[in-house]
């Protein structure tokens, strides 16, 4: 099981810039996929990006717009979500997870096991 902890969340302009970052702690965090996900009020969580364990490929939603890049650092069991351009339709809570099976790749829900708590992040018109 992976442990992880979101950071970074806050409340910003639209047009400006967020990096969330994911703590996790774990032997097995290096051979893991990791994705982001959000959910925003009264909507379903969505997938938003993720990274496979060595560090590529990775993977994005559609409408991502090339506004969102996610790394890893492996040697310091750390991910990052790096926001651009924030629009208000960015304003939801960003989970951090960690996929269930090793040397996976993954992108649903249902592929990831291990959650955080949520960092929120809000953006103002």
């Known amino acids: 099981q992976v442990q992880l902890v979101e950071s970074g969340g806050g409340l910003v302009q639209a047009g400006g810039s967020l990096r969330l970052s994911c703590a996790a702690s774990?032997?097995?965090?290096?051979?893991?996929?990791m994705g982001w996900f959000r959910q925003a009020p009264g909507k379903e969580r969505e997938f938003v990006a993720a990274?496979?364990?060595?560090?590529?490929?990775?993977y994005y939603v559609d409408s991502a717009e090339g506004r969102f890049t996610i790394s890893r650092d492996n040697a310091k069991n750390m991910v990052y979500l790096q926001i651009d351009v924030l629009k208000p339709d960015d304003t939801a809570v960003y989970y951090c997870?960690?996929?269930?099976?090793?040397?996976?790749?993954?992108?649903?829900?249902?592929?990831?096991?291990?959650w955080g708590q949520g960092t929120q992040v809000s953006v103002s018109s």
């Open positions: 997870a960690a996929a269930k099976e090793a040397f996976r790749a993954a992108t649903r829900v249902a592929d990831f096991g291990s």
């Open positions: 774990g032997r097995t965090f290096s051979s893991r996929t």
């Open positions: 990274i496979n364990w060595s560090g590529r490929p990775t």
